[in-house]
Every structure is written in structure tokens, then in C-alpha cells.
């Protein structure tokens, strides 16, 4: 990475936690076309302990690194990273990175310490991969906002750039754990993008009630989910609630079987995803 800073090519860094889609490829071309030919795109792969939850899916999360370094090398990164847990949190380490604020709402209830994990080891990437341009995707959105806020204040050499969420054919938002999904479920998976859907045409047929979006939402998602977690309508930058503005953030995570999802929209400024 120095060597190649020295040479004068820019970085792109794409942190990732692996069994990757077409989701994470579009974040590393997002990350060559902001770098050019001449930059260097490295990907990160590391299933990172301290953001799950005690009752999370830790151990049983997917890990196929030889397919996805097959992945990463057709998409044309140029280098994959993907320490062990003892390199990333060697024995007493006591840091923790907490996002203050970015971090209360919408995920942060429901799972506990999950943003400082994330944090943590975002500012340990950060660190060791220096000036860069670091790309995330806007399907966590609020991980985007915290990580955006994070860089920003911690004063690192780091651009932090959100990608618009990458959706399969019927809008479901791609992401690693839909494979958790038996086939009714995903097929009950794809009311999702089209509540939000919904919602965003309401929006631009000039609804501006956060309750009464909220409330259409999640009538929709009553059908399918198992449990729901949140259905919120919040301003897009500071994650407060929606008030007022030209755009906003509806933002949802439920359960469909025992697999959580989460999907969003920003109105107003993003196509219906479905
Ligand atoms: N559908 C998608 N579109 C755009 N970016 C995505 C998409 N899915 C994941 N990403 C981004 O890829 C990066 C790495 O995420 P991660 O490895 O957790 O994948 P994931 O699909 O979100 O997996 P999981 O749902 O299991 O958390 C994050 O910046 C995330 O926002
Ligand atoms: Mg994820």
C-alpha cells in the first residue's frame, strides 16, 4: 500500500465481511472508476467478531474466501486482505470507536454494541490501509452515515463514498444473508422493496405525513415478516426524525424465518426500488 501511495497511485478500499455478491463487485468498480486505472483497489475480508450480538449468526455467517478471491480477481481488485481475528484484536487490546448519536437509532436498539464494533474495525482498516477512498453500501445505510461522521471526526486521511444499493430482479436488496432464505421466504422477501416502493410513490404524489408513510410501510410488511423490528422515517443526514425536507430516509429491518433484513430508501432523491 505504501509502495504503491509512493509510486503515486490512489487507493480504493472496500471492507468487506466476505461470500460476496454483486453488491460488494459494484462497490469495488465504484472504487476503480474513483481511483482510475493507475490506482490500486484492495478488499477487505473479515467476518468481524465484535459486531455480532451474542444471539447473532457469528459462527454460522458464510465464509468462502477461494471463490471469493476468484470474485475479487474477476472484478479486477488488485488485493484482497483477510487477517485472522488475532491480527485485527491481538490479546489485550482494550479500543473501542463509538459513534455518538449515528449510532442510537433505527439499528442501534436492537443490536447492542453492533456500531462500536463496526466502528472499531473500520478504524483499524482505516489505519492500516492510510489514504484512501473507502467505499460502502447504502443498503446499511446507517453504517454509511456512522462511518461517513467517523472519518470525518477522527480527522483521517480517508473519503468515504456510499454506493446505491444493488437490488436483484425484483428489488430485493443483494446482501450476503439473503442466502439464508428458503424459497417462500424469499419469495415473501420481495414485499419489501416494494413497500418502500410504495412508499416513495406516495411521497412524490406530494404525501409529506411521516406517520402516514410510516403507517402504509408497514402494513405492507405485516404480511410477510415474522417479527419487524423498526419501520422509521428519519432525515437522511442526521438520522433524526423526518420533520421536514425535500427528502427522506425510510428505513426498515425485520425478520422473515429467522433471517434479518434490513432495506431502505431515500425519497425524494432515489428511484421507487421497486
Ligand atoms: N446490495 C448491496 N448494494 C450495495 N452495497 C452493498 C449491498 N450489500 C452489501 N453492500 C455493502 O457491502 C459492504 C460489505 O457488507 P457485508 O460484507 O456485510 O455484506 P452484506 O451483503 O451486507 O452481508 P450481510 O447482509 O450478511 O451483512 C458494505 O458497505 C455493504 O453496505
Ligand atoms: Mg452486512
Given at each position: 500500500m505504501e509502495d504503491a501511495r509512493a509510486a503515486g497511485r490512489r487507493v480504493g478500499f472496500v471492507p468487506t465481511m466476505g461470500a460476496l455478491h454483486d453488491g460488494h463487485l459494484t462497490l469495488a468498480r465504484e472504487a476503480r472508476a474513483r481511483v482510475g486505472e493507475g490506482g490500486l483497489v484492495a478488499v477487505s475480508i473479515f467476518v468481524n467478531?465484535?459486531?455480532?450480538?451474542?444471539?447473532?449468526d457469528f459462527s454460522k455467517y458464510p465464509r468462502e474466501l477461494e471463490g471469493d478471491v476468484e470474485r475479487c480477481a474477476s472484478a479486477g481488485v488488485d488485493v484482497v486482505f483477510a487477517p485472522d481475528a488475532a491480527a485485527m484484536y491481538p490479546e489485550g487490546e482494550k479500543t473501542r470507536v463509538h459513534v455518538h448519536a449515528l449510532s442510537t437509532p433505527l439499528c442501534g436498539p436492537f443490536r447492542p454494541g453492533h456500531f462500536e464494533g463496526v466502528a472499531t474495525i473500520v478504524t483499524k482498516l482505516f489505519a492500516l490501509v492510510g489514504r484512501s477512498v473507502a467505499v460502502f453500501g447504502r443498503k446499511d445505510y446507517q453504517q454509511w452515515r456512522v462511518l461517513s461522521r467517523l472519518a470525518e471526526d477522527l480527522m483521517l486521511p480517508v473519503e468515504v463514498v456510499g454506493v446505491r444499493t444493488v437490488r436483484e430482479k425484483d428489488g430485493l436488496a443483494m446482501s450476503s444473508?439473503?442466502?439464508?432464505?428458503?424459497n417462500e421466504e424469499r419469495a415473501k422477501a420481495g414485499a419489501i422493496p416494494k413497500a418502500l416502493g410504495a412508499a416513495a410513490r406516495r411521497w412524490n404524489d406530494g404525501e409529506r405525513d411521516a406517520l402516514a408513510l410510516r403507517a402504509m410501510v408497514e402494513a405492507e410488511l405485516r404480511a410477510v415478516a415474522?417479527?419487524?423490528d423498526y419501520v422509521e422515517v428519519r432525515?437522511?443526514?442526521?438520522?433524526?426524525?423526518?420533520?421536514?425536507?425535500?427528502q427522506a430516509l425510510v428505513a426498515v429491518a425485520l425478520r422473515i424465518g429467522k433471517t434479518r433484513l434490513i432495506d431502505n430508501v431515500v425519497i425524494g432523491e432515489e428511484p421507487p426500488p421497486a
Open positions: 467478531p465484535t459486531q455480532f450480538g451474542p444471539n447473532e444473508r439473503n442466502r439464508y432464505l428458503s415474522d417479527s419487524i432525515h437522511p443526514l442526521s438520522l433524526e426524525p423526518y420533520a421536514a425536507g425535500d
